[in-house]
């Protein structure tokens, strides 16, 4: 995306899809010119939306100031991770409505700047520093408006998701493409989007990071960067390419979570892979303070205790019918899980998964990960060590492991960093311009 001048731009964001969606206009809407508030809610009907008792192709309601806000019922959150669940979300803006494969989609329109504010609210928390947020300011502006643009070039291209599927492999990778009739979703598999619901415990502080980055982007050689981010690299970095489609970003690649950026072994290297696993080496996201912790992570994130290393243990049998149960295929008894690649963080991208009855390469790590726990496993860098009839995985970080890693930079903010050296630490060779 080449950099243009232009005033804060608005952006549409999918809140959830079901059959019926339920939704309260709180005050200060507008359909036709009418002002419109209270209990609502929406269906599909012969492939339209039934409101009122009427149909409509697309349903929008105005938001008439900055006051205005709605709450959506029920909204899904954490979508097939360990603490999924739903809640009742309110939003500022304007509130629209489509059909979307025969359900509703809610979408919100917002402005960049509000929509940050929730975001931040949501990925952080009031115990975060102030350095901490205006990093994460500069990158979720930057990750959004690349990604906006990214929208533009997958239409035009009329580009989908990229996978190869044979009888002997099975190579997946999820990004943002599936998302056609909206810029971002509200869930993790974009940016953590819950409205305003969780921006009151530190709404200050965040709106003062918002303000204080305002308009500024990560920019590499004139484009602004696909800033990704992750809650633990484990202690390196991994590239963008592991995870997702076949490009190299020279401000995504690897580097050691350290102050001095240390040299580290050749992760891709099994032997050395297993090794780092196995240890504990220094690095900013190596910290167990719950005070930091905090930082980065809801409650309901810090459901899981361990990030930087973890162990999670199956029987065989369990191990068996899991991989069945997620991945369709009946392999049988599971024999072995050996990894055919690893990535420069060690996350495995390509797994070798052998059973009595079928054996296929798997990958890449997002749908490993998928494959080997009923929501997500902590990470794709694991080994497996087998005894007797159990196979306990040793991994280490949470997530991709790609760009900033939210639990090491919430060290750096704690630490004494400030928000630009903790972008460029993380985004190598890049640079902070203010676009608007």
Known sequence: MMINKETEPAITVGIISNERIHFVLNEGYCFRDKAISGENSVCVKDGQIQWNGELYDVLQFEAQSELSSFTIKNVVIGINFHWERKENQTFQGSLKFIVEDDKIRAINIISTEDYLTSVISSEMSATASLQLLKAHAVISRSWLLSQIEKRKSVAQKKLKNTFVETASERIRWYDREDHTGFDVCADDHCQRYQGISRTFANADKVKQAVEETRGEVLTYEGEICDARFSKCCGGVTEEFQNCWENRKYPYLVKLRDNEN??????????????????????????????????????????????????????????????????????????????????????????????????????????????????????????????????????????????????IGAAVMGETGYNYDEILLHYYTGAEIEKIY
Request: a neutral charge.
């Open 261 to 406: 950026n240390n040299s580290f072994p050749d992760l891709t290297i099994e032997k050395n892979a297993v090794s780092w696993i196995k240890e504990r080496p220094i690095a900013f996201c190596n910290t167990t303070d719950e005070r930091i912790l905090s930082q980065v992570l809801n409650n309901y994130d810090r459901e899981t205790t361990d990030f930087y290393r973890w162990r999670v243990s199956y029987t065989q049998k369990e191990l068996s019918e899991l991989i069945k149960e997620r991945s369709g295929i009946d392999f049988g008894t599971i024999l072995d899980l050996i990894p055919v690649e690893r990535g420069t963080s060690g996350r495995i991208v390509r797994l070798k998964v052998v059973g009595t009855k079928h054996e296929m390469i798997i990958g890449k790590e997002l749908e490993i990960r998928r494959m080997l726990s009923h929501s997500h496993l902590y990470s794709s860098a694991f080994c497996v060590e087998k005894t007797g009839d159990d196979f306990i995985f040793h991994g280490a970080g949470w997530g991709h492991g790609v760009g900033l890693c939210q």
